[in-house]
């Protein structure tokens, strides 16, 4: 198991896994017995990487686990699977209201990549419902929306009323919410009109890319998704990379359409700082050519600075890392701009 880590981060990178090999548990329960775990620390950040179904999975099958670790883990995965289940349905709901009503519309993230990539939707832990439509259709869709159940919040809805064809030029998407009956909760949707990647100058994602690119359908999901866990949260945690692995692995992709495209956007060196990762965590098979990237460039330097926000178990909004990121995507918009 690698080293540099704390004892935590090295069970929660070791516990990524679609199936629990024997390897696998003769490899923990060895570390178990040879380092001492600090066990709340290891459950704060199995809850701020949004692993612990992986964690539970693994740590069940392992006789050293405290049992009341293992009870307390087994709660919040009854939880959050019933809660992913739902979000499921309402997703399906949405999507389908959507259709029929003639919006076209992309999901992304979330609930899209439980459904669709990963081998058990109970592992992907999910928060809001993604989804993108045209700039045009956005005031449609919030009506619909609107008409059954959901509501803006506070902020939003003071833009819609003030005039919702503003909205459109001032905001890149708005938040809904439609409480859970009896359930004390809610459904969330962030429906975007416009995915900003740094700034709406630099680069902004949009239907229109889609509707551009329909042979391309993977592969720009896979620079949304870059954009957001990358680019935005620096791949601060790693169930970030978790989504990037299942919708690389077993898909057919263009390998160098897809380079291309990150290139022209500046987002391909954060992309590769992921694909390390995948390799790391998860044995990611990937092409010659783009194994040689990795090996010829300065990514393992990158992720290494990265990786350790993973030991912090809240957003590092404020690190160096965004200061530095800062800078390059300012450089990169300004020579872009010349």
Sequence with gaps: MKSGYSPEIIVLLHVCAAEISENKKLQLTHFLTQNQLNWDR??????WHRLTPFL????QTIP????????KLRNDCQHSAIDTLLKQREYHQVTELLSNQ???HITYKGVYLAEHFYPTSSLRICGDIDILVATEDAPKAIRLLQSHQYHLNQLHTRFWRHNEYSLLDDLPEVS?????????SQFDIDLHWSIVCFNKHYKSFKMSDFQAHPDFFAELQVVLLVTHHGV?????RIFY?????FLLNDQTIDWTWLLQKLQSYGLEKTFLVGLHWCQQI???????????LLNASDVCSIAGAYEKNWEVSHSMKDSNLVVTQLKFFTKAQTQVGK
């Design 282 to 292: 998860w044995d990611l098979p990937l092409p010659p050519f783009v194994q040689a």
């Design 241 to 245: 990379i978790n989504d990037l692995y």
């Design 232 to 236: 935005t949260d620096l791949w601060q």
């Design 42 to 47: 290891l459950y704060t950040l199995a809850n």
């Design 56 to 59: 539970y999975q693994m740590l």
């Design 176 to 184: 809904l919410f439609k409480p859970f009956v009896g359930m004390g």
């Design 64 to 71: 050293e686990t405290p049992e009341s670790f293992l009870l």
């Design 102 to 104: 003639g919006i076209e």
